[in-house]
């Protein structure tokens, strides 16, 4: 944990309904500058709901989030299942593309910028299918293009939404080494697999429709058991 505090993004009274059904109901917590948090949870719980909120993909009935940093510097994975992958765009300018901005995104990169993105999509070894279209390549491909695409603009806070989806177990125990090499983001994960992200947590956030806190991951595991 970052023992400087500084906050990264503080989300106060968050409220959130579906068709009349609370999702989410007086959310209050910061995501501070270092602290790797994972957010676990039951099926149907609020996770990517509460990300959506935040990234502002879903719009809030009520309170706050605040940003204390750029949001053109915030990586987003978002579950695959729900990445549109009939698009038409080859796995370069996917990956490219978490360059752009939500207010430019078709503007022209230049010599740098390409040759960082050629050596990310070496480092996830998917360099040869750089020219293939998204619906040409298997699903752990398109995967560790997403994840490039995460990571390409060195932003300050990565959210992963079940990153190790589709991916295969060699590359997926290689994962969060991977990511923690090449950047130095606060991470904001996802994920079934507590085990195979234990070591990379500091926080954990428990959401079903609010939030419980564990500041520290060992108190957590003291009183649960079963994995989520």
């Known amino acids: 944990m970052n023992n400087s505090q500084e906050k990264l993004i503080s989300v106060r009274n968050l409220n ?5 059904e609370i999702i989410l109901s007086d959310i209050n917590f910061d995501i501070i500058k270092g602290e790797n948090v994972a957010i676990l949870g039951r099926n149907g719980g609020g996770k990517s709901t509460l990300v959506k909120v935040i990234l502002g993909f879903l719009k809030k009935n009520s309170g706050s989030v605040e940003f ?3 949001k053109n510097k915030i990586g987003y994975l ?25 207010k430019n995104l078709f503007r022209r990169f230049n010599k740098e910028e390409k040759e960082n993105t ?11 299918l750089k020219n293939k ?5 298997s699903g752990g491909q398109l995967q560790r293009a997403l994840i490039a695409r995460a990571l390409i603009s060195s932003p300050d806070i990565i959210f992963l939404d079940e990153p190790e989806s589709f991916l295969d177990q060699k590359f997926e125990y290689q994962l969060f080494e991977k990511i923690k090499r090449l950047s130095d983001s606060t991470l904001v994960i996802i994920s079934h697999e ?9 926080t954990i956030f428990v959401v079903e429709n609010n939030i419980k806190i564990f ?3 060992e108190e957590y595991y003291k009183k649960h058991t079963h994995r989520h």
Not at 194 to 202: C, L
């Open 16 to 20: 959130f309904k579906y068709n009349k």
């Open 68 to 70: 204390f940093i750029n």
């Open 78 to 102: 978002p579950q695959i299942r729900e990445f549109d992958a009939s698009f038409p765009i080859n796995i370069f300018d996917l990956v490219i593309s978490g360059l752009a901005s939500r």
């Open 118 to 128: 050629e050596a990310l999509l070496k480092e996830f070894g998917i360099d040869n």
């Open 133 to 137: 279209l998204i619906s040409e390549v």
């Open 194 to 202: 507590m085990e195979k992200i234990y070591n990379y947590i500091d």
């Open 215 to 217: 500041r520290n991951k």
